[in-house]
């Protein structure tokens, strides 16, 4: 099982400031990861796919990139809207799918 | 658009299912997942399954989960048997673009369910 390691556990950033969020994988992934935004009483929704693919809607102030296991999201200018836990999956290997545990992003 | 629907509440022991209907999307499509996110936790993929009916499992659940697929009801289903307490969670659907192992871009709200006596 691929195991997917994200930091820190809890983030507080400044608004108007860069928060980087990590997620690092056990093994060779290739670029097969994606992040999601979740919301308290919401889904999860995605924002990055194949590492640095934005998904539809995703403003551009959301970015995903990769150097070799180690895998960042970055968030510039943090909005008010943006506090919500963030988790990075793997889809590499179907035995299984997993998730990293999680970043909760807070706003100073 | 995806609606999650069934079991509120299962006995220990007993047999947990959830049934995903899908609107505005042609099931003979992509994949679909479910995903399970206990109260206040993080999120477990719990397996997938293609219009075809090819299927894909956590293997940590693997020996209790079926999932099943209806492409006239535009449904597809999740049984889990042998419940614990630990399986109380909000279950989820999801939709994946791509057959291969995939990221979910469209998710359903989820569906509580709780494990009791």
């Known amino acids: 099982e691929v195991v997917m390691t994200q930091s820190p556990g809890t983030l507080s950033v400044h608004p108007q400031d860069r928060a980087t969020l990590s997620c690092t994988a056990s093994q060779d992934i290739g670029s097969n990861l994606a992040w999601y935004q979740q919301k308290p009483g919401q889904p999860p929704r995605l924002l990055i796919y194949d590492t640095s693919i934005r998904a539809t809607d995703i403003p551009a102030r959301f970015s995903g990139s990769r150097s070799g296991t180690e895998f960042t999201l970055a968030i510039d200018s943090l909005q008010t809207d943006d506090p919500a836990v963030y988790y990075c999956q793997q889809y590499d290997d179907w035995s299984p799918i997993t998730f990293g545990q999680g970043t909760r992003l807070e706003i100073k | 658009h995806l609606q999650a629907s069934g079991s509120v509440l299962a006995n220990p022991s007993g047999t947990l299912s959830l049934t995903c209907t899908v609107s505005?999307?042609?099931?003979?499509?992509?994949?679909w997942n479910w995903i399970r996110q206990p109260p206040g936790k993080g999120l477990e993929w719990i397996g997938s399954i293609s219009h075809t009916g090819n299927t894909n499992y956590n293997p940590s659940l693997k020996p209790r989960v079926t999932l099943s697929i209806n492409t006239w009801k535009t449904q597809f289903s999740l049984e889990l048997t042998s419940v614990t307490a630990a399986d109380t969670a909000l279950y989820y659907c999801a939709t994946s673009l791509r057959s291969s192992p995939s990221y979910m871009d469209t998710w359903g709200q989820g569906s509580l369910v709780t494990v009791s006596s």
């Open positions: 505005g999307a042609d099931i003979r499509d992509s994949s």
